[in-house]
């Protein structure tokens, strides 16, 4: 197989552990967190997930075109989708007393998430420097 359809393959399997982390974080009922002044409600959670599924389908649409843009959108979802929201979890579950509740949902598909994000950032990488 090419560089590019591993690629391709690779944050399929990315976009499927953002579907399952989002029903992970459902489960785990963090439509009712509350942070400061944020009130995270059912209709704002549900459309900040609908909006990223619809960002990562068009930037795998990107990236089966080949065009740059989707590399670099890729780039920056697989950082902060994919590792970054590890950290985030981590710590929150840590907080709840690990209980994965509140700020610590998600934490079970938070580290595999974490880890093909990571392998398809390092690929864009690579991807990216060989234009």
């Known amino acids: 197989m090419s560089p590019h359809t591993i690629l391709i393959l690779s944050y399929i399997l990315f976009i499927w552990l953002v579907i399952l982390h989002t029903f992970e974080e459902i ?13 995270l409600t ?3 959670y549900l459309l900040g997930a609908s909006a990223i599924s619809t960002i990562n389908l068009g930037t795998l649409a990107l990236l089966i075109l080949g ?27 840590l907080r709840e007393g690990k209980k994965a509740r509140g700020m610590g ?15 398809v950032f390092i690929q864009l990488i690579r991807a990216i420097s060989s234009f």
């Open 27 to 39: 489960s785990c009922d963090i439509m009712r967190l509350e942070l400061g002044h944020i009130k």
């Open 42 to 44: 059912k209709n704002r």
């Open 67 to 93: 065009l740059p843009a989707g590399y670099y959108l890729g780039l920056f979802i697989t950082a902060v989708i994919g590792m970054f929201q590890a950290l985030v979890h981590g710590i929150g579950y």
């Open 105 to 119: 949902a998600g934490f079970f598909s938070s580290i595999p998430l974490a880890i093909v994000g990571l392998i």
